[in-house]
């Protein structure tokens, strides 16, 4: 499958910053939960993060540097946290929250620059 390279990273990097999120950010819901039992559900929980993450960059590394690799990353788990913040913590993001998001995008955009 030619050019597998160029798209499958940022399904991979989607997919492990959907996990990622929920070990960093889910027990938000769930405050009564002892922090240990946090902690080891979490670890478990990104255990899927890596087998995700791990592959995207190996896979990526062929099309994309690492700095270009770490910048598409954070653009996703920016989008990934902005609707998870809104739909599963009822936290809709607000201007200044956009407009800091926008900044790192721009960042991210001038990594991609030759």
Do not use: C, D
Request: no cysteine; net charge positive; proline share 5%.
């Amino acid at each position: 499958m030619p050019g597998y390279e160029r798209y499958l990273p940022i399904l991979l990097l989607l997919g492990s910053n959907i996990f990622m999120t929920f070990a960093w950010y889910g027990h938000l819901k769930y405050r009564s939960v002892p922090i240990l039992t946090v902690i080891v559900v979490s670890w478990g929980i990104a255990f899927f993060e890596y087998m995700l993450m791990v592959p995207a960059n190996r896979i990526g590394a062929a099309v994309y540097s690492a700095p270009q690799l770490k910048g598409m990353q954070e653009v996703i788990t920016l989008l990934v946290f902005a609707g998870f913040s809104t739909w599963y913590l009822g936290q809709p993001l607000k201007w200044n929250h956009w407009a800091g998001f926008a900044l790192i995008v721009v960042a991210a955009w001038l990594i991609f620059l030759e």
